[in-house]
């Protein structure tokens, strides 16, 4: 992971470099009843495939590279990212015949570019601290690292014990537990020391390589680590996880009245902040245009949002039809203005890559994820952000922030829509709404 920017009021993100492999060739057959004809984390989970809370967690947390490990019905899973996920960068991989879990990661590992990557579960939501992960993992110099989740009285998964310095120490079999830490189906992985090993085609993660690996290193310098995280789990391969993920994924209703100083406000900037330029840019200060009401509603928005972070895509930059100077000097136009006003701004994020596919270029969650970086009490699931195109309601919804459509330039915008919470005609409304 690279390491901050510094926190300051314009800031141009760089892309993380971090790279996942999605398992997303099972079956699925305990769930056939429920969902069926479906790979497994395609099966709907409050409204959406499984997959897509998967693909998020793994971006809220720096990842910005995806392999997809696919197999039956894998057109499926194709389709579904080629119609949702167009400016996500991933590869695609496709077993002829079922690998298992570890000759399909063998497979993956093949296209892999990054020296370590997180190797996910497609039915699997783990939300843990990647970055706490990774940074023990790197540390300790790992060929894996496990994600292990502590339970309580549960029978339906075996038991990873460690030993004093984290390393495992033991792989238990499924039984009636009172408590214990299982595998998370999470792991992060050294992909050159895992190709080294001699394996065949199709062969289990599990049971070949991490249990076969412990039974082999006795004495020996093997490094498989884990790391205990208590964070939310869910696996949707039975029924009953199923159907219970449907409550606990469900996004919660944005109620504006329970905002308090908790929350961050994201905010996009032409057709919200200021008057959009259609089909152009603004190129100068003097095109700068503030919306009606602006600079002053920034004075109760900064009465009631910890944080007030800008978000924009700024394309005429990296199509030099301007200079970073001169987009410079229109925010900092802004920043004065609301400040003198008595209002305030945090700060402000920028993507002026021409290539829909960068990490931080809207509907892509990287700029969240660079202000949560900066600002670390930021908790996206009470945050809220306010633009006027889909394309701003999908980065809320890829970041798990709420979402708030101005109509300022897409009045007739169909409402009711599954990416948008709340609808106004205007800033000026939102705020009067607060």
């Given at each position: ?19 996942a492999?999605?398992?997303?060739g ?13 790979p497994?984390?395609?099966?709907p989970v ?16 720096g ?8 197999g ?11 119609a ?6 991933y ?7 079922p ?8 497979l ?12 996910a579960n497609?039915?699997t939501?783990f ?14 110099n ?13 029978d ?6 460690l ?7 033991s ?27 001699e394996?065949p ?5 599990e ?10 290193s ?13 964070e939310?789990f869910?696996d ?8 219970r993920?449907?409550?606990e ?7 504006l ?9 994201f ?12 089909g ?13 009401g ?5 004075k ?19 199509r030099?039809?301007?200079?970073e100077e ?43 994820v ?6 670390p009490?930021?908790n ?17 919804r890829?970041?798990?922030?709420h ?7 897409r ?24």
């Amino acid at each position: 992971m690279p390491e901050n920017t510094s926190t300051q009021t314009h800031i141009h993100s760089s892309p993380f470099r971090g790279q996942a492999i999605i398992l997303a060739g099972g079956l699925g057959t305990r769930l056939r009843e429920a969902v069926p004809d479906l790979p497994k984390c395609m099966a709907p989970v409050a409204g959406r495939p499984f997959l897509f809370y998967v693909i998020n967690h793994l971006r809220r947390q720096g990842i910005t590279d995806f392999i997809f490990s696919l197999g039956y019905k894998h057109e499926a899973i194709e389709e579904y990212l080629h119609a949702h996920f167009a400016t996500l960068r991933y590869q695609v991989v496709i077993e002829e015949e079922p690998l298992g879990t570890g000759g399909a990661i063998q497979l993956a590992c093949s296209k892999a570019t990054e020296k370590n990557v997180v190797i996910a579960n497609g039915d699997t939501l783990f939300n843990v601290d990647l970055h706490a992960a990774s940074h023990f993992h790197l540390h300790n110099n790992a060929e894996c690292t496990l994600l292990l989740k502590p339970m309580q009285n549960f029978d339906r998964y075996g038991v990873v014990e460690l030993d004093a310095d984290h390393l495992v120490s033991s792989f238990k079999e499924k039984q009636f537990y009172k408590t214990g830490t299982i595998n998370g189906g999470l792991y992060l992985l050294n992909v050159a020391k895992f190709l080294e090993e001699e394996f065949p085609a199709k062969f289990s993660f599990e049971k070949d390589y991490l249990e076969k690996t412990l039974s082999l290193s006795k004495g020996n310098s093997r490094r498989i680590y884990g790391q205990v995280q208590d964070e939310y789990f869910i696996d949707i391969g039975i029924p009953e996880d199923f159907n219970r993920a449907q409550s606990e994924l469900r996004p919660a209703t944005l109620d504006l009245q329970q905002i308090d100083k908790s929350w961050t406000l994201f905010l996009d900037r032409d057709g919200v902040i200021n008057i959009d330029k259609e089909g152009s840019y603004i190129f100068s200060v003097d095109e700068f245009i503030f919306s009606p009401g602006a600079p002053a509603l920034f004075k109760k928005l900064t009465e009631k949002f910890n944080r007030i972070i800008i978000v924009t895509n700024q394309r005429g930059v990296g199509r030099q039809l301007m200079t970073e100077e001169t987009l410079a000097a229109i925010h900092q136009h802004m920043t004065t203005k609301v400040e003198e006003a008595g209002g305030k701004i945090d700060a402000i994020y920028y993507c002026s890559s021409i290539h829909n596919d960068h990490p931080e270029r809207k509907p892509n969650p990287g700029m969240a994820v660079r202000a949560k970086l900066n600002f670390p009490e930021i908790n996206f699931s009470k945050s809220i952000m306010v633009g006027n195109n889909l394309s701003d309601m999908h980065f809320g919804r890829n970041a798990g922030i709420h979402t708030v459509f101005v109509k300022t330039t897409r009045p007739h915008q169909e409402l009711p829509h599954p990416d948008i919470d709340l609808a106004f005609n205007g800033l000026e409304d939102f705020v009067k709404a607060l």
